[in-house]
T-cell receptor, first 114, second 111 residues
């Protein structure tokens, strides 16, 4: 099955700092790749996705590029805000068929201070 | 625009009690799943379903049952609650665009 190794947290940054959260995965075939975000007390919501090699997903200033050669999908943001404080999860999804099974990393807690 | 609705939001059970966590989605998604979230463990898949009448086990299925009689509903049953089942439970559904939509979660405490 799929597996994910995600950068250990917690990560604490000052506002406007640069963010990188590393994610590498193992998977059969060519999975779709996702980053989900969980704000305090809420469920997960999709942040961005990429479905094939070299695709770049982007949303709310966050970006991640599907790197097939290094099996990585690192999350970046050039200038974080206090409102970005949350837990971030990297997750590959099975490719093909109707089994949309996600495998989650352990999550990275990000705290952004003013 | 309800999305995925989970009930209840909070529940306290005594060891040995049974209960059902409800999950409903209104997006006509074929795929539904249940996860539990524990500190330091991320989300672990309990059971999933690729359509009405079809269910399968995930990573941590012991102590849980599911059924899928309709496309909309995917209840999770705890047969005999144990303290190890204290967790936050999330239901999710996905359609052909592969984006997973999550419910708000059920925080379960077993005493």
């Amino acid at each position: 099955g799929n597996s994910v190794t995600q950068m250990e947290g917690p990560v604490t940054l000052s506002e406007e700092a640069f963010l990188t959260i590393n994610c590498t995965y193992t998977a059969t075939g060519y999975p779709s790749l996702f980053w989900y975000v969980q704000y305090p007390g809420e469920g997960l919501q999709l942040l961005l996705k990429a479905t094939k090699a070299d695709d770049k997903g982007s949303n709310k200033g966050f970006e991640a590029t599907y790197r097939k050669e290094t099996t990585s999908f690192h999350l970046e943001k050039g200038s974080v805000q206090v409102s970005d404080s949350a837990v971030y999860f990297c997750a590959p999804m099975n490719s093909g068929g109707s089994n949309y099974k996600l495998t989650f990393g352990k999550g990275t807690l990000l705290t952004v201070n003013p | 625009n309800a999305g995925v609705t989970q009930t209840p939001k909070f529940q306290v059970l005594k060891t040995g009690q049974s209960m059902t966590l409800q999950c409903a989605q209104d997006m006509n998604h074929e795929y539904m799943s249940w996860y539990r979230q524990d500190p330091g463990m991320g989300l672990r898949l309990i059971h999933y379903s690729v359509g009405a009448g079809i269910t399968d086990q995930g990573e941590v299925p012991n102590g849980y049952n599911v059924s899928r009689s309709t496309t909309e509903d995917f209840p999770l049953r705890l047969l005999s609650a144990a303290p190890s089942q204290t967790s936050v439970y999330f239901c999710a559904s996905s359609g052909r665009d592969r984006e997973a939509f999550f419910g708000q979660g059920t925080r379960l405490t077993v005493v």
